[in-house]
């Protein structure tokens, strides 16, 4: 296999990858971050921030260690598998980054929401 055909297929795992995890956290993010911005704008500059680290972290560690042999030396299931190892890695680092982030920004002094069944259960004790 040509080395550079080999190198697309590690940046199209990877850029699928990354690609997979944005479209499951993306809608949830948003709302945190409306939530914890305060306002649209903001929000959507931070999950702006988040996509393009969570493109750019998995895809430098996977370039920076894509393999420099001869052609002949190559074996493509050792290669694939290492390139979703530092796909995966690049990935949780950059969410174990972002997560902690976010994690401090998040105001804990106010008290839990309670659910509408608990409202409803205290509304219907206050009226007996």
Avoid at 30 to 39: F, P
Avoid at 92 to 109: H, N, Y
Wanted: proline share 3%.
């Amino acid at each position: 296999m040509n080395t550079l055909a080999l190198f697309l297929i590690e940046v199209l795992i990877c850029i699928g990858i990354s690609f997979s995890v944005l479209y499951l956290l993306k809608p949830l993010l948003r709302q945190i971050l409306i939530d914890t911005c305060g306002n649209q704008t903001r929000a959507e500059f931070w999950v702006m921030f988040t996509q393009l680290m969570l493109f750019i972290a998995p895809l430098l560690i996977v370039i920076f260690f894509a393999p420099t042999q001869e052609v002949t030396t190559i074996h493509v299931t050792e290669v694939i598998q290492a390139t979703l190892f530092r796909s995966l890695l690049g990935v949780f680092l950059a969410l174990t980054m972002i997560g902690q982030v976010i994690w401090k920004s998040i105001d804990t002094s106010t008290e839990p929401l309670t659910s509408g069944l608990e409202q409803h259960q205290d509304l219907s004790k206050q009226d007996e």
